[in-house]
C-alpha cells in the first residue's frame, strides 16, 4: 500500500499533530506500507507573520494542498490529509485511492472556544476595520473544515465528543475513532525512567507540559499556585516546554523571580530524549487546557506512571477519566484543582504505585505498534469498500 500525509505545517516529529502523521508514517513503514508526505514546505505555504496581512489576505492552505496534491494524487492507494486541506472528492483529486482526513482537534470546537474566550475578554476585541474581514474569515475558515469532513471517504475522529459531532456532520459515512499514538520504544523510555513511588511523593512535583497560552490555562496559573501552596507548602511546579525565559514566568505566574529554581522550575524547551528524565520525579500531571484534540502530554505523563489532574473539556478529559479517582475539576476551578494536586502528593506509597501502574496500563494502549495495524485494516476495508468506478457522486 502507499499512503500520501498532506499537512500545512513542517514535518516534524516534535510538531504538535504533525509529529503524529511523522512517527505514524515510521510504524507504518515498518509495515511494510510505502509512506511519502507534503508539508507546508512543499506547498510553499507560509502562515503570514502580520496579523493584518492575516486577516486582509490569509494565504489559504488548501489551495495549495490541493494543488500538490492533485500532482501526485495518482500513485497513491490512500491520501490523508489534516482537517481544512483537502476539502473536495477522491475523483476531484485524482485519486483512485481512498481520501481520509484527520481530526487535529476539531475546527467547530476550537472555534467554540475562541468565541467564549473572546466574549469573555472584550477588551482584546480586534479593531472595528478588521472585525468583518476577520468574521469573513472565521466563516471562510469553518466551511472549508466541514468540507472536508464531508467528502472524505472516512474521517478519523482523536476523541469521543469529536467522534460523535463528525457522525453528525458526515451522515452515515464512515467515521473512525482513533486515538494518538506514540513509539513504543517512547513509551518503554518513560517507563523505565520512572522513579520509585517513594521518590515521587517525596519530590511532590506538579508538571505542566505545553507551550504558554490562554486556551491551555494560562491566566489560571497564578490561581492554582496560590491555591496548591495554601494546601501544602512544599509542592514544586515544573513547567516543560512553554518557551517562556525565566523572568517573564515568573511575572506571569505572579511569583517572586527567587521562586524560580527552587519551587517553580522552568525548562522552557525540550528534546524528546530529555523528557523521560525530566518526568521521571514527577507525582502529578496539570493540565488546565480549555479544548484539545488529544493532548499527547497525557500520554507521555501516563507512561511514566504520572496521573494527570485536568480541566473536564474536550480533549483534555479522555485519559483521565479513564483513571480510578477523581482526576477531573470544572473549567477554571482553580482551588479543586490546587486540591486535587495536594490530595495526590499526600498519597501513600501503595496507593501511588497502584495508580501509576494503571496509568502506565493505558499508555501502553496508545503504542503505533498496537495502533498503526488497527489503522491499515481500516484504510485496507475502505480501499476495498470504494472502488474507483463509484467515484462519481
Known amino acids: 500500500m502507499r499512503i500520501l500525509f ?31 508526505h507534503i508539508s507546508g514546505v512543499e506547498m510553499g505555504y507560509q502562515r503570514a507573520a502580520n496579523r493584518v496581512t492575516r486577516i486582509l489576505h490569509n494565504p489559504p492552505a488548501a489551495a495549495k494542498a490541493v494543488r500538490a496534491t492533485r500532482r501526485v494524487a495518482r500513485h497513491f492507494d490512500v491520501v490523508e490529509g489534516h482537517q481544512a486541506l483537502l476539502p473536495l472528492t477522491a475523483e476531484q483529486l ?25 466574549a469573555a475578554n472584550p477588551s482584546e476585541r480586534p479593531h472595528v476595520l478588521a472585525r468583518l474581514p476577520r468574521a469573513l474569515q472565521r466563516r471562510r475558515a469553518l466551511e472549508v473544515a466541514r468540507r472536508s469532513y464531508e467528502r472524505a471517504d472516512v474521517a478519523i475522529a482523536l476523541n469521543a465528543d469529536e467522534d460523535r459531532v463528525l457522525r453528525e456532520i458526515r451522515r452515515g459515512r464512515r467515521v473512525e475513532l482513533m486515538t494518538i499514538g506514540l513509539p513504543g520504544a517512547k513509551l518503554e523510555r518513560l517507563r523505565l525512567a520512572a522513579r520509585s513511588p517513594g521518590e515521587r511523593l517525596t519530590a511532590k512535583r506538579a508538571v505542566f507540559v505545553g507551550y504558554w497560552s490562554r486556551r491551555k490555562g494560562a491566566e489560571d496559573w497564578p490561581a492554582i499556585l496560590a491555591e496548591t501552596w495554601r494546601a501544602d507548602a512544599d509542592v514544586q511546579f515544573c513547567f516543560l516546554g512553554t518557551g517562556l525565559a525565566d523572568d517573564s514566568l ?31 520525579c514527577a507525582t502529578v500531571a496539570v493540565l488546565p487546557s480549555y479544548a484539545e484534540g488529544y493532548p499527547v502530554g497525557t500520554v507521555e505523563a501516563a507512561a511514566a506512571g504520572v496521573p494527570t489532574i485536568a480541566y473536564d473539556t474536550i480533549g483534555a478529559r479522555e485519559l483521565p477519566r479513564r483513571v480510578p479517582g477523581d482526576w477531573l475539576v470544572q473549567a477554571g476551578d482553580a482551588r479543586s484543582m490546587a486540591g486535587l494536586i495536594a490530595k495526590t502528593c499526600q ?6 504505585r497502584g495508580l501509576a501502574e494503571h496509568c502506565q496500563r493505558l499508555a501502553s494502549e496508545h503504542s503505533w505498534d498496537r495502533l498503526a495495524p488497527q489503522l491499515l485494516r481500516i484504510y485496507e476495508e475502505t480501499l476495498e469498500a470504494t472502488p474507483a468506478v463509484a467515484r462519481a457522486r
Not at 512517527?23 to 513503514?29: F, H, I, K, V, Y
Open 94 to 118: 485524482g485519486l483512485r485511492g481512498v481520501l481520509a482526513v484527520r481530526s487535529a482537534g476539531i475546527a467547530q470546537t476550537y472555534d467554540a472556544y475562541l468565541q467564549a474566550d473572546r
Open 250 to 280: 515568573a511575572a506571569k505566574l505572579g511569583v517572586d523571580r527567587r521562586e524560580v529554581g527552587e519551587r517553580v522550575v522552568n525548562h522552557p524547551r525540550f528534546t524528546p530524549d530529555e523528557l523521560p528524565d525530566l518526568m521521571s
Open 6 to 36: 498532506v499537512t500545512h505545517q513542517q514535518w516534524l516529529a516534535t510538531a504538535g499533530a504533525v509529529g503524529q502523521q511523522v512517527t505514524l508514517s515510521e510504524a507504518l513503514a515498518a509495515l511494510g506500507v510505502t509512506v511519502e
Open 347 to 352: 498519597m501513600s506509597a501503595g496507593e501511588f
